[in-house]
Structures are given as structure tokens and as C-alpha cells.
């Protein structure tokens, strides 16, 4: 009752908001401070008892959030860590940035997470204002348009629902699904179910629904005993490095990829099986960080223009900033033609994705369900861009990512017998391991010594740590690293 008197009275709010951003403006360390084993008995006795209700064999920790500020996550058993992994590659600001805990006590915060709108059928009265000004100024090259979800998969199901609807209605001349089309997709047959494909990529992840596991070819865990469509799964890049002393070898596979590419295309279309999307990572990040080259890509969104094939970019892990100081990491390609689709989450904190004109759906509720995004991620999302452009963190962030790759380059020199293939874009980036079992183990001793980290693909190590990540931060981040590699 006085949090619901104290929520009513704005002056109130205001001054506890106060108080709390205060507060959290004071917690920023200077080193990590370790208490226990990571995990410690009061996170292995929590595990112990969410296991009785809930699978939880993926919980690594369990965290205080209420003492987690900035780059530091404090975890239950009072364990402080610099973390470069910020959960998943999802905190644009780090741990309870003070922007945002002012935001979250906004009447409109409020009033959007206790009667939390279905925005496919009642959005609130400022939602389209809100879509605009948000997510116009972040807009990439070429797309204006617009649609929220809850999160990156079903940014990327529904923008392959988008592609499908969009290629059979040009089956149709442009035209709606007919009498025929609607009786028969009710039993599961032409023409209203038709044999379509989506073209994806070895080493590609884009979620883990029924949908998109069958363009998801990162780890085998998430695939094995799960029915999946018959759609292509074409080679990408795997480069040698360093790049400039391996030009030749790496055109050669940019070549080779994108005429598998159009091989399985035409392929698929000889047995009456359309490619009508291809979806792509600007960088295969769950799958091991692997990169393509510019020219590779312009490749890609060349070929997709001349078969009339939807061209989706698959931007959840990537967009938001922290691929070189740019919101979209495929803004690094110079494409001539813009992408058909960019979908995103993650560092923009709410699902969704952007679209070509001439793939707005017509009909209603083809791309529909309950809550089609949540309002208070946008109002969050509004306050990192503003933080963003008042801190000037996005070219913070191409300052600190050369550093960090100069940095992340002489850590290799100095164990190249650990560690191979320094690479990346600004601190979004990876290194190499001999094997799996050596970097798990890297891992696991980073974490003990204080740096939270994580790894991706077979044998990569992965870093992504926030926008407000500092030179203080890099440095303590490398002379960690440099501990545990001496330690091992």
C-alpha cells in the first residue's frame, strides 16, 4: 500500500528515482572482488531447488540484480565480476544504468507493464508516435517500415512468414489468397500449402522454434530429435587470418560459397521446391564468430535480387551498436540495393524487424499474436539512444574496439600456442582456440579469477560487453585474461 501511494504521487518517484540512480552512479568499480568458487553454495543450493520444478541444466549462476551496476555483475554469493558477456550480447548499458531505472517509474512505464497492451489489436494511444520517432532515426538503409515482437525468433519466424506471404502473392499477380487457397491450406495442400524453402547457412543460429531450427546449423544439441523442414543450408566463409595475409585463399572461398549458393537455388527450383528467403548473420555469432567479407555479402544481395528471392539480414545479435560503434553491423557492406528484411533484438532490447515496402502484408492477422512486442522495451530502448547520442558512446565504442583489437591481437602473439585468429568488429569480437576442451577450461579459470565471459561455436571465445565499456574496463579485461592464460 505505500509503494501503490508512493507509485501514485510523482514528486515521490521522482526523488526515489533520484535516490536510486544516486546510487547506482557509486557502484562503479575498479576491480573484481571474489568471495566464494563461481558458482558458490548459494547459487548451487538455488540450482538445486529450481531443479525440482524446472530444467535447468543451462543456469550458470544465479544473480543479484540488485547489486549489479554498470559492467559488474554481483552474483548471490556476493561475487563481483567484470563481465564482457552481458547475458547473452543483451545489455546495451550494462546493469541498471540509471536512464533506465528513471524511465521504468514513468506513468507510461507503469501503466504499459500492468495493463500491458496487445499492440496487434489495441496499442496504446502514443504507440505510433512512439514507432517513429524511436525507430526512424536507427532506421537502416532503405527501410522505413516496421514491426515489433518479443524477441529475436520471432522477429525472424514472422519476417520468414513476411517472405512467404509476399512470394506466393506474386504467384498470384499480386493478388490475395483465393476461395481455393483458403480451403486447402485447412487440409495441408496445394495450392494454399505450398513447398517453399528458406536458403540458410552452415554455422548460422537464428533461434530455436520448430521454424527456425531448420536454419540453424550452430550446434547439434539444439537440432537432434526435432523434426525440420527441407530447406538448403548453403557454405559460408570460413576465412584464414590474418586477413591481409590471406587475401587470395579468401576471395576464393567468397567465390565458392556464393556459387553453392545459387547452385541449391536452382536446384530447388527444379524440383518445385522455391527458394523464397534467404536469411543471413552479418556474423555467425552463436556459431563461432565466423566472418564474411563485404564483397561477399554484395555478392549475396546481388544473386538474391536476380532469383527474386527475399533477402533477410539477421541482425539480433549483431545490431545495436557494438559492431564498431555502428547500430547495424551490415551497414559495414556499402550494399547498393538495401536488404529486404533486418530483424533485431537483443542490444535493442525489444524484437522486431524492418521491411521493403513491397512486403507490407495486406491482410489482417497474418503476422499477429497476443502482445506483438512490449511497449515498455520501446520506452527503454528510447532512453539507450538517447544515452548513446547525450555520452557519445556509439564512437566511444570505435575508439575503445581498436584498442581492444590491438589488445586482443598482442594476447595472441603472446600465446600463440594457446590461442589463433584474433578477430572482429571493435569489441565485438572472438579468438580461437586449439580445441574445445582448452577453451572450456579457459573459461571456466576466467570465471574464477572475475571475468565473466563465454564461449560460441566449437573452439571460440566471444566477447561482448556493453556501451559503457571503458578503457579502465579493456584494461582490466586483458589483464585478466593475461592471469588466466599464465595460470593455465
Known amino acids: 500500500a505505500r509503494m501503490l501511494s508512493r507509485l501514485s504521487r510523482p514528486a515521490a518517484v ?35 531447488e529450481m531443479d525440482k520444478h524446472q530444467m535447468s541444466s543451462s543456469v550458470r549462476i544465479f544473480v543479484d540484480f540488485e547489486k549489479s551496476f554498470g559492467n559488474w555483475l554481483v552474483d548471490v554469493d556476493g561475487n563481483r565480476l567484470l563481465d564482457i558477456y552481458t547475458q547473452i550480447s543483451s545489455l546495451p548499458l550494462g546493469y541498471n544504468h540509471p536512464a533506465l531505472v528513471k524511465a521504468a517509474s514513468s506513468p507510461e ?7 500491458r497492451p496487445a499492440l496487434g489489436s489495441f496499442p496504446r494511444s502514443d504507440w505510433p508516435e512512439k514507432i517513429n520517432s524511436v525507430f526512424q532515426p536507427i532506421a537502416p538503409k532503405g527501410l522505413h517500415n516496421v514491426q515489433t515482437m518479443l524477441c529475436g525468433t520471432s522477429a525472424n519466424e514472422n519476417a520468414i512468414k513476411t517472405a512467404f506471404i509476399w ?9 490475395g489468397p483465393d476461395a481455393a487457397a483458403l480451403e486447402s491450406c485447412m487440409k495441408q495442400q496445394k495450392p494454399g500449402t505450398p513447398k517453399l524453402a528458406v536458403l540458410g547457412f552452415q554455422g548460422a543460429f537464428h533461434g530455436r522454434s520448430l521454424c527456425m531450427l ?21 557454405r559460408f566463409p570460413r576465412y584464414k587470418y590474418p586477413l591481409a595475409e590471406n587475401e ?22 527444379a524440383k518445385d521446391h522455391d527458394v523464397a528467403a534467404v536469411i543471413v548473420e552479418p556474423i555467425q555469432s552463436e556459431g563461432g564468430d565466423h566472418y564474411g567479407s563485404p564483397a561477399f555479402f554484395r555478392g549475396l544481395r546481388d544473386l538474391t535480387k536476380k532469383k527474386g528471392v527475399v533477402f533477410i539480414v539477421d541482425e539480433v545479435q549483431t545490431g545495436g551498436g557494438a559492431a564498431n560503434g555502428q547500430i547495424w553491423a551490415h551497414s559495414h557492406w556499402n550494399l547498393q540495393e538495401p536488404a529486404d528484411i533486418v530483424t533485431f533484438s537483443k542490444k535493442l532490447l525489444t524484437g522486431g524487424f524492418y521491411f521493403a515496402d513491397h512486403l507490407k502484408v495486406k491482410e489482417g492477422y497474418r503476422i499477429y499474436n497476443t502482445w506483438m512486442g512490449d511497449p515498455t522495451k520501446l520506452l527503454l ?21 581498436q584498442e581492444f583489437q590491438k589488445n586482443l591481437t598482442s594476447f595472441q602473439k603472446a600465446h600463440s600456442s594457446l590461442v589463433q585468429n584474433p578477430r572482429g568488429l571493435g569489441t565485438f569480437a572472438a579468438i580461437d582456440f586449439e580445441s574445445p576442451e582448452k577453451r572450456d577450461k579457459f573459461v571456466d579459470k576466467a570465471i574464477q579469477l572475475g571475468l565473466h565471459c563465454g564461449g560460441c561455436g566449437d573452439r571460440a571465445l566471444r566477447f561482448r560487453p556493453s556501451l559503457v565499456y571503458d578503457k579502465k574496463h579493456l584494461d582490466l579485461t586483458f589483464q585478466l585474461l593475461e592471469k588466466t592464460a599464465k595460470s593455465l
Open 381 to 401: 530502448l528510447e532512453q539507450v539512444l538517447n544515452v548513446y547520442k547525450k555520452d557519445g558512446l556509439l564512437e566511444r565504442a570505435k575508439v575503445i574496439g
Open 214 to 234: 531448420s536454419v540453424t546449423r550452430s550446434k547439434a544439441i539444439h537440432k537432434v530429435d526435432i523434426p525440420a523442414f527441407d530447406w538448403p543450408i548453403a
Open 248 to 269: 587470395a585463399f579468401n576471395a576464393k572461398e567468397d567465390k565458392e560459397c556464393l556459387a553453392d549458393v545459387e547452385r541449391l537455388i536452382d536446384e530447388w527450383k
Open 109 to 115: 512505464f507503469i501503466t504499459s507493464l500492468v495493463s
Open 14 to 48: 521522482s526523488g526515489h528515482c533520484s535516490r536510486l540512480a544516486s546510487t547506482i552512479s557509486s557502484q562503479e568499480h575498479s576491480n573484481v572482488d571474489l568471495k566464494s568458487a563461481v558458482p558458490g553454495p548459494k547459487s548451487k543450493a538455488l540450482l538445486k
Open 167 to 175: 512470394y506466393m502473392a506474386q504467384r498470384r499477380g499480386g493478388k
